[in-house]
């Protein structure tokens, strides 16, 4: 889901960015969902989720500021995606690529076994690694991602951003 989106605040760009940056470092141990991200005076990027959980489900909001009638004109795109399950697929595509090249390796290559081994073992703890993720998000009740009218709603809060 994609929405154009088109906000004003009534604070000037760097006192906006000023004021995002201070409530950010506020947010920083937080270890429930919560907005946070970065940005400049010219552009920034937030997401709403729990800080080191990124399963690919998180709403995030990139936009560009920029000065507009003695306060600040916030335009960009909210997405949210669906599901974490095209993450998955490329971690697993990937690696198990590799797997199985490393396994080709050991029918063509004269090098010694602790190089297959390691050559092997590697890519192949980093599938059983994504495939156990992919299982217990799967089986696992979905936790609420959360909306884009979080990140809206945290802007409306912090610095008085409204729909333009």
Known sequence: MKEDIKLYSPLDPIAL??????????RKKRKDYHVFGGGTERDMKLTYRRHGLKIGAAPYLTAEMSAHEGGT?????????EHPI????????????????????W???????????????????????GLTAWYKTSQSEP????????????LADIVDARPL
Do not use: Y
Request: glycine share 8%; no cysteine; aromatic share 14%.
């Open 107 to 129: 029918t063509v290559d004269d090098a010694p076994i602790a190089f297959n081994l390691a050559f092997s073992g590697i890519p192949g703890l980093m599938l059983i690694f």
């Open 143 to 154: 936790e609420d991602p959360g909306t884009p009218q979080h990140i809206l709603d945290f």
């Open 73 to 81: 004109l916030i335009e960009g795109e909210i997405r949210q995606n």
């Open 17 to 26: 960015a000023l004021k995002l940056k201070a409530e950010m470092k506020k």
């Open 86 to 105: 095209p993450f998955f697929l490329m971690w697993n595509g990937i690696v198990g690529s590799f797997f199985l090249f490393s396994l080709f390796l």
